[in-house]
């Protein structure tokens, strides 16, 4: 049974930085390509970061990128998702997810689809205060 939790979500004023942590159990983090999402109230799931199974490639979407950093661990099985310069509308739960590895072409083509993640975390939220 794979299981994610995230961590390192709360309250931060617009300008400010936090770092989120998601913990992989019950199976092998380096066969899991891991992206962060972000779902605020009555929206569908965003896309935010995905990096590949071995660290050395990621993406991001465009309203995060320069300001937000995805890495990961694969010795404590985590990823980390950095967060800069927060603005108000960052505020959301931010869920990290888990694919199992995939062949590059698939996952070009589904890093950023959340339907495409086999896995799911219970969440952390964030807020950015104005």
């Known amino acids: 049974q794979v299981q994610l939790v995230e961590s390192g979500g709360g309250l931060v004023q617009a300008g400010g930085s936090l770092r989120l942590s998601c913990v992989v159990s019950?199976?092998?983090?380096?066969?899991?390509?891991m992206g962060w999402f972000r779902q605020e109230p009555g929206k569908e799931r965003e896309f935010v970061a995905a990096?590949?199974?071995?660290?050395?490639?990621?993406y991001y979407a465009e309203s995060v990128k320069g300001r937000f950093t995805i890495s990961r661990d694969n010795a404590k099985s985590t990823v980390y998702l950095q967060m800069s310069s927060l603005k108000p509308e960052d505020t959301a739960v931010y869920y990290c997810?888990?694919?199992?590895?995939?062949?590059?072409?698939?996952?070009?083509?589904?890093?950023?689809?959340?339907?495409?993640?086999?896995?799911w975390g219970q969440g952390t939220q964030v807020t950015v205060s104005s």
């Open positions: 997810g888990a694919q199992i590895r995939k062949i590059s072409s698939e996952w070009w083509r589904t890093r950023d689809e959340a339907a495409e993640y086999d896995y």
């Open positions: 019950g199976g092998t983090f380096r066969n899991y390509e």
């Open positions: 990096i590949r199974y071995a660290g050395g490639i990621v």
